[in-house]
């Protein structure tokens, strides 16, 4: 069964970064499409940042030019850089394959912009 473990939230200032961890067992994420989503309060949950098994990279408009998606095949974790951080961005972040998900899903972990 796949596990994904979500890390790297906190409280920030509006204009700060976050750098956050995605630890995935069970599956080879080098292999797949992965991908980073977020949920705010209230609303649905929205794919953000995804890249390609041949590590193309693709954004979401409004994280454009701010986020950038990563991943350490050796650690099998996929990273999301975010920087120029906005008071919109709060939400809880998710990682996850980018066009098939995988049934579970982690904990998330909590990104909070004050401004």
């Known amino acids: 069964q796949v596990q994904l473990v979500e890390s790297g939230g906190g409280l920030v200032q509006a204009g700060g970064s976050l750098r956050l961890s995605c630890v995935v067992s069970?599956?080879?994420?080098?292999?797949?499409?992965m991908g980073w989503y977020r949920q705010a309060p209230g609303k649905q949950r929205e794919l953000v940042a995804s890249?390609?098994?041949?590590?193309?990279?693709n954004y979401a408009d409004s994280v454009k030019g701010r986020f950038s998606i990563s991943r350490d095949s050796a650690k099998n974790t996929v990273y999301l850089q975010m920087d120029s951080l906005k008071p919109e961005d709060t939400a809880v972040y998710y990682c996850?394959?980018?066009?098939?998900?995988?049934?579970?899903w982690g904990q998330g972990t909590q990104v909070t912009v004050s401004s």
């Open positions: 069970g599956s080879i994420i080098s292999l797949k499409h």
């Open positions: 890249i390609t098994i041949a590590g193309r990279t």
């Open positions: 996850n394959g980018a066009v098939v998900p995988f049934d579970s």
